[in-house]
Nanobody, 125 residues
């Protein structure tokens, strides 16, 4: 079984930056896709960004393009989400998730079978 553990969340002022980390343990695959999702109060869980094992393909939601960067360090079994110019609407519970499907340039929650526990990000105005 694969486990994903997120960290790095917290309280930050608008315009600030934060880096989230996701450590993946257990069985992993070279062709896997790892993604970050967020869920605000009373909202659905939406994909923020996704990345392939080789970092050859990435996906970003329109609402974070130019502000967030997803990356990974496979030697450390870790996926990162660098969050810059944070806005209050970025507030939510951020989850790391993994699938083993072929890259399709899409990112939807139903395609991901393994999830972390989430880390809270709160952006104050």
């Amino acid at each position: 079984q694969v486990q994903l553990v997120e960290s790095g969340g917290g309280l930050v002022q608008a315009g600030g930056s934060l880096r989230l980390s996701c450590v993946v343990s257990g069985r992993t695959f070279p062709r896997e896709v790892t993604a970050w999702f967020r869920q605000g109060p009373g909202k659905e869980r939406d994909c923020v960004a996704a990345i392939t094992w080789s970092s050859s393909n990435t996906y970003y939601a329109e609402f974070v393009q130019g502000r967030f960067t997803i990356s990974r360090d496979n030697a450390k079994d870790t996926v990162y989400l660098e969050m810059n110019n944070l806005k209050p609407e970025d507030t939510g519970l951020y989850y790391c998730a993994r699938d083993t499907v072929v890259w399709q340039n899409t990112c939807v929650a139903r395609d991901f079978g393994s999830w972390g526990q989430g880390t809270q990000v709160t952006v104050s105005s």
